[in-house]
């Protein structure tokens, strides 16, 4: 594709792709909102889950907040599959900063019932 748009525009590369720098993009108000939440995330050390529609911008906005952090800083963790669970998710965290995660606890279970132990 790129060596047909070449000897028509004498492009250096392809005009439009994924791999675009934040600064080269269109801002608009619901970008500009998004940007400020997740970088308000940032500051206050909080999680934040970004979620919207297929080309609504999600990813520009959140590498638009990950261009400005300082790497020495901040460790970024991208969940690929967060269908995962809360278990995985945690996991992947933990293997993120190259630790091993904890076995899962089990509660005791009470020796004349089949479920876990109730105090009162």
């Not at 261009?67 to 020495?72: K, R």
Request: some cysteine; overall charge positive; charged content about 20%.
């Amino acid at each position: 594709m790129r060596s047909r748009l070449g000897r028509f525009r004498d492009f250096e590369r392809m005009p439009f792709g994924r791999n675009l720098a934040p600064g080269m993009l269109h801002r608009h108000d619901s970008h500009n909102q998004a940007v400020a939440r997740i970088s308000w995330c940032i500051a206050e050390r909080s999680i934040g889950v970004v979620t919207g529609e297929v080309g609504a911008g999600k990813t520009v906005s959140v590498r638009t907040c990950l261009d400005t952090l300082d790497p020495s800083k901040y460790t970024v963790i991208y969940i690929l599959n967060p269908m995962i669970g809360v278990r995985g998710i945690h996991e992947e965290i933990v293997n993120s900063f190259g630790q091993t995660p904890l076995p899962p606890r089990i509660p005791p279970r009470c020796p004349d019932r089949q479920g876990p132990a109730v105090r009162a």
